[in-house]
């Protein structure tokens, strides 16, 4: 550890500021559909979300790996490119989270390092093999995945559940609801946390303090695990809010489902080393539960600008990264002044967020319209009946009353 200078000392802590975003942005992953359909009070939720996801970081290290010894050249990487790559990712994390954007931290920081690297080594440095198999085609592979695991299970619920008691299955269905909310922070942390692992143990090996080829040491899978809990604990209300309300209405039988296959597909990815955004997962069973109950519908106005968001995702980091390395490239007032400007657009874009303030108070509440296309599906296609009874009782109004003059006495 003699070779940890000032330079890999920032980078970690940069690092780690990053993985802090990572869990605050990410916390509607796990809790959304829990916390929109009422099964656990929001504050309860994000505290449970928190230590499974810490819990989740010692797990594995597979993603880790990915990150560290698969994606980019490892022999070339100075510790400035990660570090201009953590400061794409960061932003982009930033900026999402403003507008409330359930985008990918994971294609944040890959497209941040992707960026950065090409800048500093050349389009060579990038394995493509590697960013192709296992980043590219999960992004697109898991969302479908899961939207369509979490589709049929939706349908097999209300099949399941017809002539179930309404009050008992709804119990049910939260309880069940619970404990898959807590599987997906697990896997959360066993994915997402080991992200910042890897990207730690890169600047590790680019700065000499460790060997090629190590796994993660144990202070950096400790502090990365408590890095994206304390984010997790603080709770991404705005993305809780979309994911939650603003795609979709969702019973306690639809939050079941969407979490349960949204934890299976991530899960499975990790076992793999698969770098899956969870993101990705989570969006596409939220949909997929939204269209698997009958009258269910998906607001395609918020599905939209998030599709758009996440093909930005890469490109935009890429880019913010690529132009961070330049100028750190120049000296070590350059990456002062990258750091300046990065603290400076992360104060900036808080202080913006303060203009509507969204908490646990009133992160149910949404008011993003229903669409011409949702009204449309909602209007002919009724939801299920459920234990709710609805007074169907019309009144019908009384005629108007017309006040006829007295007729006039008649000649004698």
């Known amino acids: 550890m003699e070779n940890f200078s000032l330079i890999l000392a920032i980078v970690v802590v940069t690092a780690l500021a990053f993985d802090f975003t990572n869990g605050f942005h990410d916390t509607a992953n ?49 510790p400035e490119v990660i ?43 990038v394995h493509g093999d590697a960013l192709v198999t296992k980043v590219l085609i999960p992004a697109i592979a898991a969302p479908i ?11 097999l619920s209300y099949s399941l559940g017809k002539k179930a008691d309404g009050k008992a299955a709804a119990k049910g269905y939260r309880t069940g609801q619970i404990a898959s909310a807590g599987l997906v922070s697990l896997a959360h942390g066993t994915n997402d946390a080991q992200k910042t692992m890897g990207i730690i143990t890169l600047a590790l090996v680019a700065g000499g303090a460790v060997a090629p080829d190590s796994d993660p040491p144990t202070w950096v899978i400790l502090s990365a695990g408590l890095a994206i809990a304390l984010g997790t604990y603080l709770g991404g209300w ?67 600008r998030m599709f758009v968001a996440w093909g930005l995702t890469l490109p935009a980091a890429a880019l913010v990264g690529a132009l961070a390395e330049s100028v750190t490239n ?59 009874t609805e007074d169907l009782t019309a009144t019908i109004p009384a005629p108007p009353v017309t006040t006829e003059p007295a007729a006039p006495p008649a000649a004698v």
């Open 238 to 304: 705005r993305i809780i809010r979309t994911m939650g309300k603003g795609l979709t209405e969702l019973q306690p039988q639809q939050g079941f489902a969407a979490q349960t296959s949204a934890a299976t597909v991530i899960l499975a990815s990790s076992h793999l080393g698969f770098s899956l955004s969870t993101t990705h997962s989570v969006s596409g069973s939220v949909m997929g539960a939204g269209l698997g109950r009958k009258g269910g519908v998906v607001r395609w106005s918020t599905a939209t």
């Open 30 to 78: 796990a809790m959304a559909t829990t916390i929109s359909t009422g099964a656990l009070k929001p504050k309860v939720a994000v505290a449970m979300s928190a230590v499974l996801n810490l819990v989740g970081a010692f797990l594995s290290v597979e993603v880790a790996n990915t990150i560290s010894k698969g994606l980019v050249d490892e022999t070339g990487i100075r």
């Open 330 to 388: 120049l000296g070590d007032w350059g990456t002062a002044v990258v750091a300046v400007f990065l603290v400076a657009s992360s104060a900036a874009i808080w202080k913006l967020s303060r203009r509507e303030v969204v908490d646990a108070s009133n992160v149910n509440e949404t008011d993003e319209p229903a669409g011409v296309v949702t009204t449309a599906i909602a209007a002919v296609t009724p939801p299920p009946t459920g234990t709710v």
């Open 83 to 125: 570090f201009a790559a953590l400061v794409g990712a960061i932003l982009w994390n930033l900026l999402t989270w403003l507008v409330g954007l359930p985008s990918s931290s994971s294609h944040a920081l890959m497209g941040g390092l992707i960026g950065a690297t090409i800048a500093s080594a050349g389009m060579g440095a």
């Open 145 to 155: 995945v899961a939207g369509v695991a979490a589709m049929l299970a939706t349908r």
